[in-house]
T-cell receptor, first 115, second 113 residues
Framework: NAGVTQTPKFRILKIGQSMTLQCTQDMNHNYMYWYRQDPGMGLKLIYYSVGAGITDKGEVPNGYNVSRSTTEDFPLRLELAAPSQTSVYFCASISWGAGSNQPQHFGDGTRLSIL | AQSVTQPDIHITVSEGASLELRCNYS??????LFWYVQSPGQGLQLLLKYFSGDTLVQGIKGFEAEFKRSQSSFNLRKPSVHWSDAAEYFCAVGAQGYNKLIFGAGTRLAVHP
């Protein structure tokens, strides 16, 4: 099925551990995004990518890294997990273009707790 | 920089009543505007979107939104709310060539029977 796949769905980390959240899309979209959503809050943009090899910071990039070696994959890495990074993480892919056909897909989210 | 403001954090309406959720945006050029709904513990579902043309946009589940450039607003409306509409609603702004999709803080809708 076409869409965005995020893994894992749930994860508990200890402070200082590292991990990579995976995001894969099969729609050949150039634009991909990582957001975090804290309880009762909106989505904050962490990083985004406009194509393979190109990434840029969003609103809240500190403590995270990304890479985009292929069009399909956009992993998000936490190097030294901190309690403040406890959140739900959403990945999205969008095909921006002219006109009204702007397909976009969001993943189901990764619920991350850091203790 | 683009930004989105949703002035109402919580709104409570009675079932069958009309609904309007406010969204104000800041962006220098013509924006692309979106409304999403999120049920508890779920992901985002796109309700509707505006890119150009007719300023009144129809979406799914009986929702509509009106783009008002002079007021920098994109308010979401529904003429008669159902109990199943209780959820969190997010407005977002993006633009071709700008690359980012920025969300508002959301409005939590409660529906009384």
């Amino acid at each position: 099925n076409a869409g965005v796949t995020q893994t894992p769905k749930f994860r508990i980390l200890k402070i200082g551990q590292s991990m990579t959240l995976q995001c894969t899309q099969d729609m050949n979209h150039n634009y991909m995004y990582w957001y975090r959503q804290d309880p009762g809050m909106g989505l904050k943009l962490i990083y985004y990518s406009v194509g393979a090899g190109i990434t840029d910071k969003g609103e809240v990039p500190n403590g995270y890294n990304v890479s985009r070696s292929t069009t399909e994959d956009f992993p998000l890495r936490l190097e030294l997990a901190a309690p403040s990074q406890t959140s739900v993480y959403f990945c999205a892919s969008i095909s921006w273009g002219a006109g009204s056909n702007q397909p976009q897909h969001f993943g189901d989210g990764t619920r991350l707790s850091i203790l | 920089a683009q930004s989105v403001t949703q002035p109402d954090i919580h709104i409570t309406v009675s079932e069958g009543a009309s609904l309007e959720l406010r969204c104000n945006y800041s962006y220098g050029a013509t924006p692309y505007l979106f409304w999403y709904v999120q049920s508890p513990g779920q992901g985002l579902q796109l309700l509707l979107k505006y890119f150009s043309g007719d300023t009144l946009v129809q979406g799914i589940k009986g929702f509509e939104a009106e783009f008002k450039r002079s007021q920098s607003s994109f308010n979401l409306r529904k003429p008669s709310v159902h109990w199943s509409d209780a959820a969190e609603y997010f407005c977002a702004v993006g633009a071709q060539g700008y690359n980012k999709l920025i969300f508002g803080a959301g409005t939590r809708l409660a529906v009384h029977p």
